[in-house]
Nanobody, 126 residues
Framework: QVQLVESGGGLVQAGGSLRLSCAAS????????MGWFRQAPGKEREFVAAISTNGFSTYYANSVKGRFTISRDNAKNTVYLQMNSLKPEDTALYYC???????????????????WGQGTQVTVSS
């Protein structure tokens, strides 16, 4: 079993920035595609960003494209989400997830991911 632990969430004003981190246990991190998802109260969990095992390929939801950047450091077993120009609509619980069998390189589908973190709260005030 792989353990994923998110950190870096908090309260920020609109237009501000946050950097989320997700630390993974084990030695197989470099074989996982990684993704970030978010869920706001009363809404379905939605895709935010994904990155391939080697970091060469990234994929973003249209709602965050140009504002958020996903990256990874395989030597540290960590994936990051840099969030700039934050909007109140970005307020949600943010989850990182690991895809053990990344046949497509990266995925925006929740069902493709095998392991999930507990989430970190991001709140953007107006």
């Amino acid at each position: 079993q792989v353990q994923l632990v998110e950190s870096g969430g908090g309260l920020v004003q609109a237009g501000g920035s946050l950097r989320l981190s997700c630390a993974a246990s084990g030695r197989a991190f470099s074989s996982y595609a990684m993704g970030w998802f978010r869920q706001a109260p009363g809404k379905e969990r939605e895709f935010v960003a994904a990155i391939s095992t080697n970091g060469f390929s990234t994929y973003y939801a249209n709602s965050v494209k140009g504002r958020f950047t996903i990256s990874r450091d395989n030597a540290k077993n960590t994936v990051y989400l840099q969030m700039n120009s934050l909007k109140p609509e970005d307020t949600a619980l943010y989850y990182c997830a690991a895809d053990r069998k990344p046949y497509s390189g990266s995925s925006g589908y929740t069902t493709d991911y095998d392991y999930w973190g507990q989430g970190t709260q991001v709140t953007v005030s107006s």
